[in-house]
């Protein structure tokens, strides 16, 4: 959101109530992804590359841990789920509602997404899919792309995955939100987000790759839909019930598919149906607490986090160009020199953060600011911002 996350108190903005909080939990889950990469493109881009490398078990264990970061992608995705069903009830019915609903996405989104898209593609200095398949990028396709050939294409623009299923959910909720009663709505999107697990159980048992799996988005819906139920929920003040339901749903689910013999072999498929879950719940309790008490200070923790969430579209989009780069020329040299996976690992983080925030700030002031401006100049009656994930 374009709101301060300092900001003491709730505004309005296009007559919906602004939440801080919710720009941490961004923060949050740009954090962990960012987090992710930086701790695991050492290994991919570099390390494994070394003559005669081997993996430890300290090591196998390290990078199985850090796959569990990449879950703040289903963060976002219960945001999104969120934050754009609640402008669409806000919306509903208003003259121009698809025209603003559009409108404010493509002006949020379009700009930064393509010309990240035409720099890739332009720049000699990364591993990339052919030119041939750029339609599939340019279309917000990418992720079925990965569905048809059956595997990740690119180190560089494999991420844009998630960015393609939030897109493709733009095109269809408007639709679903105007044209079902309000009333149906929690259990179109709670037959949404059970048939999305069930098909997720049934390509991983059926043998399907890992990356099919998690970026066909037909498999991935769950943890949108469980945001869009949080925004039925809060519109009644229910929020905090409904994020105690979600966590216990979580953790029942995570106990369930943990003892449960025929599913021991796919630890994947109890984090990825646990953890969107429990994200649900994180989400829906923080909505619960989500208005200020007077005098109250915000903690530094969440100050950070706040920022982060500000300029967390931009991140995403860089993080895997420059944590790619940053691996290719730090990880290996230093690992033969050191033998040290953390000191590898803190070398990263300490090259790229800076970094990533400082482009991301300078995108943010002299690129993406403009285009905002140009949204609420287009819309008579702006509609509230909400910033995309990512993934």
């Known amino acids: 959101m374009s709101v301060p996350a300092a ?16 720009d941490a939990l961004r923060g949050l889950a740009i954090a962990a992804v960012f987090i992710h990469h930086a701790l695991a493109f050492p290994f991919w881009a570099a390390i494994v590359r070394i003559p005669g490398f081997h993996f430890t078990p300290a090591q196998t264990l390290a990078v199985e841990v850090t796959e569990w970061l990449a879950s703040g992608v289903d963060l ?14 806000h919306t509903r019915g208003n003259a121009g509602y698809y025209r603003a609903f559009f409108i404010s996405r493509a002006c ?9 898209l035409v720099l890739c593609f332009a720049l000699p200095f990364w591993q990339l899919p052919p030119l041939g398949d750029m339609p599939w990028y340019l279309t917000y396709l990418s992720n079925y792309l990965i569905f048809a050939r059956g595997s990740w294409q690119s180190p560089i623009l494999d991420h844009t995955w998630s960015l393609a299923i939030e897109e493709q959910f733009y095109w269809v909720w408007p639709v679903v939100i105007a044209l079902v009663p309000r009333r149906a709505i929690p259990y179109v999107a709670a037959l949404i ?12 048992l059926s043998g399907a790759g890992e990356a099919v799996v998690r970026t066909f988005t037909l498999s991935h819906l769950d943890g949108i839909m469980y945001g ?22 979580g953790l029942a689910v995570a106990v369930v598919l943990a003892v449960t013999p025929s599913l021991a072999a796919h ?6 149906t646990a953890l ?19 005098g109250s200070a915000h903690s530094p923790l969440q100050v950070s986090l706040s920022f982060l969430g500000k300029y967390s579209y931009c991140i995403y989009l860089l993080q895997q160009p420059v944590l790619w780069t940053l691996a290719s020329f730090i990880a290996a040299p230093l690992y033969l020199s050191s033998g040290s996976l953390p000191l590898v ?10 970094l990533v925030i400082a482009l991301a700030m300078f995108s943010y002031r002299f690129y993406e600011a403009p285009w905002l401006r140009l949204k609420s100049r287009l819309l008579s009656e702006p509609i509230a911002h909400v910033a995309p994930r990512p993934g």
Do not use: D, K
Request: proline share 6%.
């Open 7 to 22: 900001a003491a108190a709730s505004v309005e903005e296009g007559g919906l109530r602004y939440i801080p909080a919710l």
């Open 76 to 89: 976002f995705f219960v945001l999104s789920g969120f934050l754009i069903t609640r402008i669409l009830f």
């Open 108 to 116: 949020r989104i379009f700009p930064l997404y393509y010309l990240f």
């Open 193 to 204: 987000a059970f048939g999305s697990i069930a098909l997720r159980f049934h390509l991983a």
């Open 228 to 249: 869009a139920l949080l925004a039925c929920a809060a519109s009644r003040r229910r929020a905090t019930q409904a994020g105690a339901a979600f966590a216990v749903a």
């Open 267 to 272: 630890p994947a498929l109890s984090w990825s």
């Open 276 to 294: 969107p879950l429990a994200f649900g719940g994180l989400v829906g309790l923080v909505l619960g607490r989500a208005e200020p008490q007077p």
């Open 345 to 354: 690992w803190l070398a990263m983080l300490v090259a790229s953060v800076p």
